[in-house]
């Protein structure tokens, strides 16, 4: 059983495309990263397995279940962080965890304390008193207090400070050694490459790719670094991308010919080359390119 | 349960004022009566030379010199109007203050089903409803036993019963209005209860616009009628109850198949 499955899963508002022809599968205790520029249907994708919206055509399965008939079900197993924190601003944070919890009929207080000390939160506080950082804290209790299944993650770490996003990844990764399936949307790559096993890229409203992050960062191209009074552009080199010139260095990406790309440097004057794998964020870019 | 007690706490201040204030000037007319019903022959004399005005208001059936015609008069546009208000309130923002709060995507993301949360909201702009009016009507009591009229029950009784079904409905039909809005309408609840009023107004001043007493739920409360029939118009209340059923129906099968944008 797959902890996440869509099959052409489609959502149109109106005549605006949201998303199109989904089919994502997200395999139980998986760290799963979806990546995708603003706009692309990340968070559409989302608020559709949530049952925020309805989909237009096609159908997905959430630990099993249907997300239109099983709705309160799949709720109850899941635990959601949206990208923008918003709660009843004239509550007090305890009140808004305690309320989160009573919504799902269990007693989270020792797990919400817990999450509040390693978050460092003061729960006395109104939430219209509350920063962004802090809001999402509160969102982060709320979506991790009951222990889900799936924890799905909208942008989870804007507005935290670098040390606390690092503690949040930590309960995120002790989680998923405790079983629970991490969905995280995010265009911050590094992240997702650093914590995610699995990825997939969507743009405007398509999957255009899924697969392990350590294949994602393995294709044909690769990041050429050329330094070397000698470097001069053009450089007689089809399938360049992403040509960056800082004084006497010149960096691109290249997916062509090794053997092409090799006699037209033995023709330069170069004083150091380097030959890498690209990092996620580059191949990100390739495919928006 | 948890819902209902989280739209009640979220709504108790604006509750405590609409009350306290509805409740104050009831029992400061009801206190003052004494004082005016020496010069009621003379006011309910000019009242009967007015024509269309005390029509439109019920006074020229009412006598001032009574306590319950004074009475009619001012609860119909205190607790009347002042209720109406505050149904239209509760009403119009039931639903729809999740979603310009932006707090409807933390409700609906929890195992907790759309008909349950229209269910639960519905439930708690009743109890609002009726805390306020039970208020109300304790602070009516204690204001008459404080002047000492003796006044008949069953008229009075009877005319507090009466508004509070028109504040059921006014906020049945808002509330139904709420499942289609994307942000609070205040304006458009207030809006629609001041319509209601003058609407019955003008169903006072000729016989050609009586039929506007159907779409407005101050038709029946009207005060004049309840006093000397000692009933509710039957005709009026069950057109009532078709709109609040409408409204109601509205903002369920609304708002259980709404997507919610943000």
Known sequence: ??????????????????????????????????????????????????????????????????????????????????????????????????????????????????????????????????????????????????????????EPTSGLDPLMQREFYSILEERNKEGATIFVSSHILSEVQRYCRHAAVIREGRLLVSDSTQSLGHTDTKRVRLRGAGVKLPLELPAMKDVQTDGDSVSFLYSGSPKELLNVLAGLNLTDVSITEPDLEEIFMHYYG | MVMIKHEVRQGRMTLLIWTMVIAFMLALCILIYPEMETQMGDVSSMFAEMGGFSAAFGMDRLNFGEFMGFFGVECGNILGLGGAFFAALLGISALAK?????????????????????????????????????????????????????????????????????????????????????????????????????????????????????????????????????????????????????????????????????
Request: net charge neutral.
């Open chain 2, 98 to 262: 999740e979603e310009k709060e932006q707090t409807a995507e933390f409700l609906l993301t929890h195992p907790v089903s759309r008909r349950e949360i229209v269910g639960k909201k519905l439930v708690s702009v009743l109890i609002q409803i009726l805390l306020l009016n039970l208020f109300v009507a304790a602070v009516t009591a204690a204001s008459i036993c404080a002047i000492g009229e003796e006044p008949d029950i069953r008229p009075l009784y009877l005319l507090l019963l009466a508004y509070l079904i028109l504040q059921v409905e006014v906020a049945s039909v808002c509330f139904g209005i709420s499942a289609f809005l994307n942000h609070g309408g205040p304006g458009i609840g207030l809006g629609m209860a001041a319509l209601l009023y003058f609407l019955n107004i003008i169903a006072n001043l000729t016989e050609q616009a009586k039929f506007l007493k159907y779409l407005t739920p101050f038709g029946y409360t009207e005060s004049a009628d309840i006093i000397a029939d000692e009933c509710l118009d039957v005709k009026y209340l069950s057109v009532g109850l078709v709109f609040t059923v409408i409204g109601i129906g509205a903002g369920f099968c609304r708002y259980c198949r709404k997507d919610i944008l943000s």
């Open chain 1, 1 to 154: 059983m797959d902890a996440i499955k869509t099959a052409s899963l489609t959502k149109y508002y109106g005549k605006s495309r949201g998303i199109i022809d989904l089919n994502l599968t997200v395999a139980q205790g998986d760290f799963f990263g979806f990546i995708g520029p603003n706009g692309a249907g990340k968070s559409t994708t989302i608020r559709t397995l949530l049952g925020l919206t309805a989909p237009s055509d096609g159908s997905a399965q959430i630990l099993g279940m249907d997300i239109s008939r099983q709705k309160e079900e799949i709720l109850s197993h899941v635990g959601y962080m949206p990208s923008e924190a918003s709660f009843y601003r004239n509550m007090r944070v305890r009140d808004v965890i305690t309320f989160s919890a009573g919504l799902r009929h269990k007693d989270c207080r020792a797990e919400a304390g817990r999450l509040c000390e390693r978050l460092e939160l003061d729960v006395n506080k109104k939430i219209r008193e509350l920063s962004l950082g802090n809001r999402k804290k509160v969102s982060i209790i709320c979506a991790l207090q009951h222990m889900p299944r799936l924890c799905i993650l909208d």
